[in-house]
């Protein structure tokens, strides 16, 4: 009896230090560096239209996966279509990591519109256009726009050197800054996702 | 005995690789292709002074993985063996950083040697087989499915966060158990491990099987490399499946082996921590033999229920959506 605990003992300690891989362990896993263009209709906020940039290893995955195992030099209307399919509408179930906050409150956002892929060197690149469920008034309060996923899968940032703009009627009156959220920590409090903060 | 032990955990490679049906599909952002969870009204915090370090080492991870990627393209293109070396180079070094980071066995490895006797030996060996087989098992988990040309990103590592979630379960069970060993006293047979400094007991069996053991200890290495094998490194298979993407295959492996050798170190670097850690503890208190063994008990129980509740909590934040599985 005493022999086989001796056995089992190192095959357990074994299986113990190959098992406990925490799934928060290696995140990131996908990098996006983002442009951001917050759109105005009669003084309201109504849309953020974002153009993503992808890390290297993401694209080449996404187009092997989307489109097809032979090397995509340029995206057509075939690719783009397998790429929203596959590697971006279900998204749509994460508000394409687009959250929104008015002066109080949460704004929900729609499905996106207007998906275009392409590719940078070996980058690839998605714009498009997130509306919101109604249009939002700055002037109360500050709005905060940011762009992250919650568990830190994919790790988004505003793209270095690229203010986000406003843009469309009423937009003129306001301004915006790229500010870090300290209200919505990520990664067990370790990271700060960035946001627009726009105030008119 | 041995042998048995094999085969087992075959089994649960089998079953782990099976058990990586759509069930739980992730796509290539990590998610689910149903609607989010609600948000987790209280995330899971660190400590307020561990925040910065692990933003830290999220940081250095982003800015080696950018330049082993721009690095693995230039040899792509062909040019000369510099990028190949500077490849290899980065991936032992990110093997080294990722390794820092939460995951890699470190808690329950540090659990393990911090409540129980142990070797030198055995820290530096049982984490030096877990880094060297998890790189093996990653480029069975992408070589395989590759060579059978039903290769996609996604589905790989869907198969890896399958075999993720097996393995919570499997050290939930397993710290129960080795909880169950010391409460029902069989913390007398002190394991492969036992310093033989209790000759007050009756160990007579220990010398009769002490050629025995010594042939184990070569079985016992390879069978903790196997099960070390239920979870491959994510970094390595994100670089495998970067270099198969681009037709370098052979650099991908060679970073694979040089990352593994960058988590063995700082794995070993913990377990060696914990192992001192309990030597110290031991020589303080083990004064008076009879505390001694009661404290021995006291904190094997500890470690063992630590070990079992750290499952739990990976097994809840799965399933709640606070952790993501894919990869870790």
Redesign the interface.
């Known amino acids: 009896m ?6 089992v ?23 996006v560096d983002y442009e951001l263009t917050v759109m105005f209709d009669k003084g309201l906020i109504v849309a953020m239209r974002e153009d993503w940039s992808f ?4 694209s ?3 187009l ?2 989307a489109v097809g ?1 032979k090397p995509v030099k340029t995206i057509g209307p075939k690719e783009n279509a397998a790429l929203e399919k ?2 971006f509408s ?2 749509k ?3 394409y990591f687009t959250h929104v906050f008015p002066a109080e409150g949460k704004v929900e956002t729609g499905e996106a519109s207007g998906f275009k892929a392409r590719l940078d060197g ?1 980058k690839l690149a998605y714009s498009f256009t997130v509306p919101l469920a109604h249009g939002i008034d700055a002037k109360p309060g500050p709005v905060g726009i940011g762009i992250w ?3 830190y ?3 988004v940032g505003p793209a270095p050197g690229k203010e986000p703009k406003l843009e469309g009627d009423g937009s003129a009156a306001c301004k915006v800054v790229i500010v870090e959220d300290h209200q919505h ?7 700060f996702p960035k946001t627009a903060r726009i105030t008119c | ?2 042998r048995r ?1 094999v085969i087992l955990i075959g089994l649960a490679l089998m079953l782990a690789w099976g058990a990586a049906a759509p069930a739980q599909a992730a ?5 689910s ?4 969870a609600a ?1 987790v009204a209280k ?4 400590p ?1 002074p ?6 830290a080492v ?1 940081d250095i ?2 800015r080696m ?2 330049a082993m ?2 690095q ?2 230039k040899a792509r293109e062909g040019q000369s063996f510099k990028p190949a070396l500077i490849i290899v180079l980065f991936a032992f070094l990110y093997g080294v950083a ?1 390794a820092v ?9 540090g659990s ?1 040697f911090l409540t129980r006797r142990a070797r030198v030996m055995q820290g530096v060996a ?2 030096a087989t ?1 880094a060297m ?2 790189a093996l098992s990653a480029i069975a988990l992408v070589g395989i499915p590759a060579l059978l040309f039903e ?4 589905a790989i590592l869907d198969r890896a ?1 399958a075999i ?1 979630v097996v ?2 379960g ?2 939930v069970v ?2 129960l ?2 909880a169950y ?1 010391v409460i029902t006293g ?1 913390k ?2 002190h ?3 036992g310093d033989h400094d209790h000759h007050d007991h009756d160990h007579g ?1 220990d010398h009769v ?1 002490k050629h025995k ?1 010594k042939r ?1 200890d070569v079985w ?1 290495m390879l ?9 491959p490194c ?2 390595a298979i ?1 670089v495998l ?2 270099s198969l ?2 037709d370098i295959v052979l650099i991908g492996i060679l970073a694979t082996f040089a990352m593994a050798v960058g988590v063995a170190i700082t ?1 070993t670097a913990v377990s060696l921590a914990s192992l001192g850690l309990h030597r110290a503890a031991t020589a303080m208190g083990g004064r008076t033999k009879r505390i001694a063994e009661t404290g021995y008990s006291a904190v094997a129980l500890g470690g063992a229920l630590l ?1 079992a509740l ?2 739990i909590l ?1 097994l809840v ?2 399933w709640s959506g606070a ?6």
């Open positions: 005493r022999h086989r605990a001796r056995l003992r190192p095959f357990l300690a074994a299986i113990l230090i190959g098992g406990i891989a925490s799934p928060a362990a290696a995140h990131p896993h996908v990098w890390d290297e290893d993401f080449s995955a996404a092997h996966d195992a596959n590697a279900n998204l179930n994460y508000s070996a996923d919650d568990t899968y994919v790790d920590p990520i990664y067990f409090g370790s990271v | 005995m041995v032990f796509d290539l952002f990590g998610k292709d149903e609607p989010a948000p995330p899971i915090m660190l307020a561990l925040r910065p370090i692990l933003a999220v991870q982003t993985n950018a990627r721009a693995l393209l990722h980071g939460p995951g890699h066995g470190k808690v329950v490895i393990y049982m984490s877990a087989v998890q290769f996609s990103s996604a966060a993720e393995s919570y499997a050290i397993i710290g158990w080795m060993g069989r007398h047979s394991g492969p491990e069996h099987a053991a184990q016992r069978a903790t490399g196997a099960a070390v094998g239920l979870r994510s970094g994100l499946l970067f993407a681009n794995v070990i750290f499952g990976e934040g799965v952790l993501t599985p894919g990869a870790g």
